[in-house]
């Protein structure tokens, strides 16, 4: 299987220096100390693993880590872009969003945002999932079981948030 061939190239490449080039996440976390994102021949980010998937500096690093990326601007403490509204729990994002009209990158998982309060956005289109259905709205991407999804069409207005203990804000680059 692929979780044997990953832990049989770790045991074998521990201590070898070894460059891997891999767009899986899990291959990634598994194999690598460091990771390095090049995007288009540049470098946009190099750091440990945890690093890098769980602060995603780009667009490319956030899909590569399975997660969403919105870029907007702080206020009231909190992180805003359209109707959206987000606070954070975590400590050093609430540190970030203190200061009004900081650009910051609101990172979380689109199985962690609910539909039913918060932020009108309208549906553009829905992807099944192995894991359920994706929402992908005007705002941001909301992956919803089937039954969620059953009376949702392209067009309708849902309303989105996301609890704050699921919610990072990085640096915007």
Do not use: C, N, Y
């Not at 689109?110 to 705002?139: K, Q, Y």
């Amino acid at each position: 299987t692929a979780s044997e061939i990953r832990a049989m190239l770790r045991e074998r490449l521990a201590g070898v220096t070894t460059v891997a080039v891999t767009h899986d996440a899990v291959d990634a976390a598994a194999l690598a100390d460091r990771l390095l994102i090049v995007e288009r021949g540049r470098v946009t980010q190099a750091g440990t693993v945890r690093d890098v998937l769980s602060a995603p500096a780009t667009e490319v690093a956030a899909k590569i880590a399975g997660l969403e990326r919105i870029v907007g601007a702080t206020r009231d403490g909190g992180w805003e872009r359209g109707g959206l509204r987000l606070e954070s729990a975590d400590a050093a994002s609430r540190a970030l969003a203190a200061a009004d009209g900081r650009t910051l990158a609101a990172v979380f998982r689109a199985v962690d945002v609910r539909l039913g309060r918060g932020a009108p956005a309208t549906v553009s289109h829905l992807e099944p999932t192995p894991a359920g259905v994706r929402v992908v709205t005007d705002v941001a991407v909301a992956e919803v079981s089937p039954v969620e999804a059953a009376a949702l069409r392209a067009g309708d207005v849902v309303h989105l948030s996301v609890p704050p203990d699921r919610v990072r804000f990085v640096a915007a680059s």
